[in-house]
């Protein structure tokens, strides 16, 4: 005596085999936030003491190569969930993870030093090399 399977079956237990067959094969999908020519630097972040925040202390990071200043902060900040404002018109950093620009000192504002050197270029503009050291300090 003959057993049937019936054609419900095969078909179910064929869409089975294709499904698994075809989610092994696939490959992973490449991260949005991977670099391609990256760099490292060392992010700091001096908060003014009577914020109550910890600073970031020489925070290796990378980077994509020529990225400017303004990139990396945006990009660190935004890994980090740290919230960065930003004046759009002249491109120039307002505000750090809540400390805003004359939020605790009427004159003093987020400026930044690279290798210890306060620059004066537009964040938008300076271009970090490899192995540098950017540092966020909030000063007159």
């Known amino acids: 005596m003959k057993k049937r399977i019936p054609a419900g079956l095969i078909i179910c237990a064929l869409s089975v085999i294709l499904l698994f067959t075809a989610v092994a094969c696939q490959e992973e999908p490449e991260e949005e936030?991977?670099?391609v020519n990256p760099i490292e630097i060392t992010i700091s972040v001096d908060y003014p003491e009577r914020a109550g925040i910890d600073?970031?202390?020489?925070?290796?990071?990378?980077?994509?190569?020529?990225?400017?200043?303004?990139?990396a902060i945006q990009l660190y900040c935004n890994v980090n969930d740290m919230e960065l404002t930003v004046e759009t018109t002249g491109a120039s950093v307002e505000g750090i993870n809540g400390v805003e620009n004359g939020d605790y000192f009427a004159k003093r504002t987020w400026q930044y030093?690279?290798?210890?050197?306060?620059?004066?270029?537009?964040?938008?503009?300076?271009?970090?090399?490899?192995?540098?050291?950017?540092?966020?300090?909030y000063q007159k």
């Open 113 to 137: 030093k690279i290798n210890g050197q306060l620059c004066s270029e537009k964040e938008s503009e300076k271009k970090l090399e490899d192995g540098d050291a950017l540092e966020w300090v």
């Open 33 to 35: 936030t991977d670099i």
């Open 55 to 71: 600073d970031v202390e020489n925070a290796e990071f990378k980077i994509e190569e020529n990225s400017t200043v303004m990139d």
